[in-house]
C-alpha cells in the first residue's frame, strides 16, 4: 500500500513538474513571438522610411523632366521638413537649389539654399559640392570675388574631395575673368603640381603658359612651361 502511494506521489509530481514546465514553455515561446514581431515591425519602419524618402527624391526629380516644377518643389520641401537632419534632407536640399537656379531661374532662392545646408551641415560632402556649386552660380552672374570665396572654402575644406580638384580649375578661371592673371597662373601651376596625373593637369598648364605669353608678357617663363607640358605628358604638336 505504501509503495502504491509513493508510486502515485511521484507520478504527480512529475505531472505537476511537466505542467510547470510546459507553462514555462509557453511562456517563452510567447515572448520569442513578440520578440520576433517587433524587431520585424522595426525592420519594416526603418525599410519603409529609407524607401518612401529614397522614392520621395525619385519622384523629385520625375516630376523635374516632366518640367512639373512645382510638385518638384513641393517634393523635396516634403522631404526637408520630414528628414531634418539627415542625408536625405541635404540631398533634398541640393535637388531643390539645383532646380531654382537651373531650372525657374530664381538664383538667389537656390543660393540660400545652399548657405543653409552649408550652415547646418557644414562638415558634410553635400556642403562641399553647395560650396562649389554656389560658386558656379557666382561665377556665371560675373560675381567673381563671390565665386573666387566659394572656391576657396572648397579647396581648403575638402581638399580630398574631387570638389576640390574641380574648384581650383574654377578659381583659376574666377582670376582669369577678374583679370588677376598672375593668380590665375598661379593657381593652374598649384593644380598640376597637386594632380600630376590627371587627365586636366596638361591643359592647367596650357592655360597658365597662354597666360604667361598673352597677358604677363613674359616670353621666356610661357616657353619653360610649354616644354615641360611637351616632357611630362609627351604632347609636341604645341605652338609656342
Not at 158 to 169: G, M
Amino acid at each position: 500500500m505504501t509503495g502504491s502511494m509513493s508510486i502515485i506521489l511521484l507520478r504527480n509530481v512529475r505531472i505537476r513538474t511537466c505542467i510547470r514546465v510546459g507553462r514555462k514553455m509557453e511562456q517563452i515561446m510567447k515572448i520569442r513571438k513578440l520578440v520576433l514581431v517587433m524587431v520585424m515591425a522595426v525592420a519594416f519602419a526603418v525599410m519603409y522610411g529609407c524607401l518612401s524618402t529614397s522614392g520621395g527624391l525619385g519622384q523629385a526629380e520625375k516630376f523635374v523632366a516632366e518640367k512639373d516644377y512645382q510638385g518638384a518643389v513641393d517634393t523635396y520641401n516634403e522631404i526637408i521638413q520630414t528628414k531634418s537632419g539627415s542625408e536625405h534632407e541635404r540631398k533634398a536640399q541640393l535637388g531643390l537649389a539645383k532646380l531654382y537656379i537651373e531650372k525657374m531661374d530664381l538664383p538667389k532662392q537656390g543660393l540660400e539654399i545652399y548657405q543653409n545646408l552649408v550652415a547646418t551641415a557644414p562638415e558634410s560632402q553635400e556642403a562641399a559640392e553647395a560650396n562649389y556649386k554656389s560658386g558656379i552660380c557666382h561665377f556665371k552672374a560675373e560675381k567673381y570675388e563671390e565665386a573666387e570665396k566659394s572656391f576657396n572654402i572648397v579647396i581648403n575644406k575638402f581638399s580630398n574631395l574631387e570638389w576640390a580638384n574641380k574648384a581650383q580649375l574654377m578659381l583659376a578661371k574666377s582670376y582669369e575673368k577678374a583679370q588677376n592673371f598672375k593668380k590665375a597662373a598661379e593657381v593652374y601651376d598649384n593644380f598640376a603640381n597637386r594632380n600630376p596625373k590627371n587627365e586636366r593637369a596638361a591643359t592647367a598648364l596650357i592655360n597658365k603658359a597662354q597666360i604667361e605669353r598673352n597677358y604677363l608678357k613674359n616670353a621666356e617663363e610661357a616657353k619653360n612651361t610649354y616644354q615641360r607640358v611637351v616632357r611630362k605628358y609627351g604632347l609636341s604638336l604645341i605652338h609656342i
